[in-house]
């Protein structure tokens, strides 16, 4: 008898149909050769802190910070009261009772298809099976009943997937060690939930430091010399590399003249035809970045139809970073095609390396359709936009007519000055555009022949210097998938060689994955550190409290210490490490921040008594923002900012001004002009710091 443990009960209700003729039983179903039971997601979590101690007094104190355990444990998932859920309890029996039923000889892993599902039900498995049995891994690229069959019977032993699971509970244990311990930190240095995660703080500094550029931008101009003459009726514009500062508008006039006394000749015009090859398949983040760029919709929105349309059968799995199919697809990929040309779609295989590409997949193909189509009645508006995105884009990748277009290229030469080239591109023969949208907006280029002479009249053109953009749900992913990577949001993406963006991805470059991004990137509009408004993200005052406060702190959460962890957890991944290296790596780091309590920039915990009030003599506590009077209700306004001009002021400089009235010279101060300086900060008879320079 084979026990199939599914990660939830959607998945196990699709397993069960896929079977056939089981009987339903309290928790389970069951038939002669099969018993199917499921998970909730996770029934386990790491244990609290305090669990590790026995400590019942659940308050969060500096004492036991930092704190790293000898030996991770699990408890069964507790609710918001701190109590295990009854229905957690009895499920969890009920999958302990079949695991250790005498008939049962094998075990099935049936989690969903990543390093989250394959430990949510090893953690089930470890924590029942009194007795060794044979354990199997159920490993499916989609929830139809012919991939669940074909499936059953080509499972593999589950030390295949040991590496998986090490980095699943790898990856657990790193961001347990970071939220535990800086989340309790950075909550009682400021009295204030800041939520600290190896990922979520990059993503919202991301935000805090673009919008700062955005913030602190000078709005300026510049000129440029254009040219915009009709030439046999149609006008050509002719645009000089040559650049002025607002202040040179002279020089630019002065070089129009130049140029207007000079001829300007076609010299060169190449026409060549060619195909336009359409996208790649989506992998999740291009897919979200689709449709919150022409729907507006929210990653979170997005996530959930595409993860219900793959429980109900239609889609492939959905976690997925690649945009490339298995080479051991392809069969399975020609029997779809067959039903999708049903559809009135005119399509046909193609054995490409742009479609088949083994070495751009990690552990998961892109999203695709499956052999099951639905029907659009029983759908709801945005599955119907999801779901017809993906069908597109597959049909798309495999259109019977290609995309066939006229490349036109035409030089033209002014002179001795310089050379123009223009670009444009005509379609001929529509392929799969008809399936597809092609977002490129090609320039279509006047008739002109080599010999030709172009009208020109140059004359300067005012031009702004552009700010900064915010980030939107595309350019966001597009930079937490190669935080390294310079923004090529308008680079066109069938022409771009992706063996970069995969190889940053296979070492684990990216923060956050195609698993977890969407979820943290919720996490942090629901702390109400960023917010979302249509598809653009914004810093809320929340967030630049986080970000500044950890930066106070010296706690160092950037992108560049995220990735390195998360190189460790791929070399976990690929057996190259253990997880007790990586573990010892965060640790280190976490140590690290604790060590910074001896520098002048610690500004102590939050209702630290730091001196007395040099007005009214009560004490004088850090707080939020600033060290201040306790006597505030009173009405005594003292107060100390815990910023000035740029540098942080920790309590060891706010002790010496409250004993001395003056502080020993304090070096880091940034002026208006950005330029760095000295001084002591003097305590004056009215209660205000004033500079004092050496």
């Known amino acids: 008898m084979k026990l199939i443990i599914a990660e939830k009960p ?42 590790y101690e026995n400590i ?49 000889d094998t075990i099935v892993n049936a989690g969903d298809s990543d390093r989250e599902g394959e430990i949510i039900v090893r953690l089930c498995i470890n924590n029942a099976l009194e007795n060794d049995k044979k354990k199997v891994r159920l490993w499916l690229p989609d929830q139809t009943a012919k991939t669940v069959n074909e ?23 790193v961001d347990w060690l970071y939220g535990v311990n800086l989340t309790r930190y950075a909550t009682l240095k400021t009295g204030t939930l800041l939520r600290v995660g190896r990922v979520i703080v990059p993503i919202v500094k991301a935000i805090y430091d673009r919008d700062k550029q955005i913030e602190e931008f000078v709005p300026d101009i510049y000129y440029g010399i254009t040219s915009n003459e009709k030439t046999n009726d149609q006008e050509v514009e002719l645009t000089s590399k040559e650049k002025f500062e607002k202040e040179k508008l002279e020089d630019a006039k002065k070089l129009c003249d130049i140029y207007n006394k000079e001829k300007a000749i076609v010299i060169d015009k190449k026409i060549k035809k060619d195909t336009l090859a359409p996208g790649k398949l989506y992998s999740l983040t291009k897919l979200q970045n689709y449709l919150g760029k022409k729907y507006k919709m929210p990653m979170d929105k997005s996530l959930s139809i595409v993860q219900k349309l793959y429980e109900e059968g239609y889609l492939t799995y959905p976690r997925t970073n690649s945009e490339y199919l298995a080479t051991n697809e392809k069969s399975k990929i020609k029997e779809i095609l067959e039903i999708v040309s049903k559809l009135g779609y005119k399509v046909r295989f193609k054995d490409k390396k742009t479609i088949f590409d083994d070495s751009k997949i990690e552990s998961h193909s892109a999203l695709t359709p499956t052999y099951k189509i639905p029907k659009k009645e029983n759908m709801s508006e945005d599955e119907i936009k999801v779901y017809t995105a993906v069908m597109r884009r597959f049909v798309a ?3 019977e007519e290609d995309c066939k277009i006229e490349k036109t290229e035409i030089k033209i030469k002014l002179g001795k000055k310089e050379e123009f080239t223009l670009k444009g591109n005509v379609i001929i023969e529509k392929g799969w555009t008809k399936y597809d949208e092609y977002s490129k907006n090609d320039k279509v280029l006047p008739n002109l022949n080599i010999g030709d002479t172009v009208n020109i009249n140059f004359t300067p053109k005012e031009k702004k210097k552009s700010a900064p953009k915010h980030y939107t749900i595309e350019t966001l992913n597009n930079y937490l998938k190669n935080p390294f990577k310079e923004d090529k949001a308008k680079l066109n993406e069938e022409d771009e060689d992706d063996t ?17 991004r969407t979820g943290i990137i919720n996490n942090a509009i629901n702390s109400k550190y960023i917010e979302l408004k249509k598809d653009v993200y914004y810093i809320l005052p929340e967030g630049k409290y986080l970000i500044e406060s950890l930066s106070n702190m010296n706690i160092s959460m950037d992108k560049y210490k995220t990735s390195e962890l998360g190189k460790g957890l791929k070399q976990v991944y690929k057996g190259t490490i253990k997880i007790d290296d990586v ?49 505030y209700k009173e009405g005594c306004n003292f107060k100390i900012s815990m910023n000035i001009c740029r540098r942080v002021i920790g309590k060891v400089i706010a002790k010496e001004i409250l004993e001395n009235k003056i502080s020993s010279n304090i070096n880091g101060f940034i002026s208006k002009n950005n330029k760095e300086f000295s001084a002591k900060l003097k305590l004056e008879e009215d209660g205000k710091l004033s500079f004092v320079f050496s």
Not at 31 to 50: C, S
Not at 65 to 94: A, R
Not at 587 to 614: A, R
Request: aromatic fraction near 14%.
């Open 583 to 631: 573990v010892k790596l965060t640790e280190d780091e976490i140590k690290k921040v604790f060590d910074n309590n001896n520098l002048d920039s610690d500004t102590g915990f939050y209702k630290e008594v730091i001196g007395k009030c040099p007005l009214c003599g009560k004490d004088v506590v850090k707080g939020k923002y600033n060290y201040g009077c306790t006597g």
């Open 500 to 516: 970069e963006e995969y190889k940053a991805i296979f070492e684990g470059l990216e923060l956050g994955t195609e698993a977890t």
């Open 56 to 104: 019942e007094d659940r308050r969060w104190k500096i004492d036991n910070l930092p704190f790293f355990p000898q030996k991770f444990k699990f408890n069964l998932k507790k609710d918001k009261n701190k109590k295990i859920d009854e229905g957690v309890i009895k499920q969890f029996n009920i999958i302990k009772t079949l695991i250790n039923r005498e008939d049962v």
């Open 10 to 51: 959607s998945l196990a209700r699709n397993i069960v149909s896929a079977i056939g003729n089981m009987k339903r039983c309290d928790g389970y179903f069951e038939n002669d050769n099969y018993l199917v039971t499921w998970a909730f997601g996770h029934l386990f979590t790491l244990y609290d802190i305090e669990d």
């Open 397 to 399: 990748v495999f259109a």
């Open 151 to 173: 499936a059953l019977n080509d499972m593999k032993d589950e030390k295949e997937y040991d590496n998986l699971a090490n980095e699943g509970f790898a990856r657990t244990y």
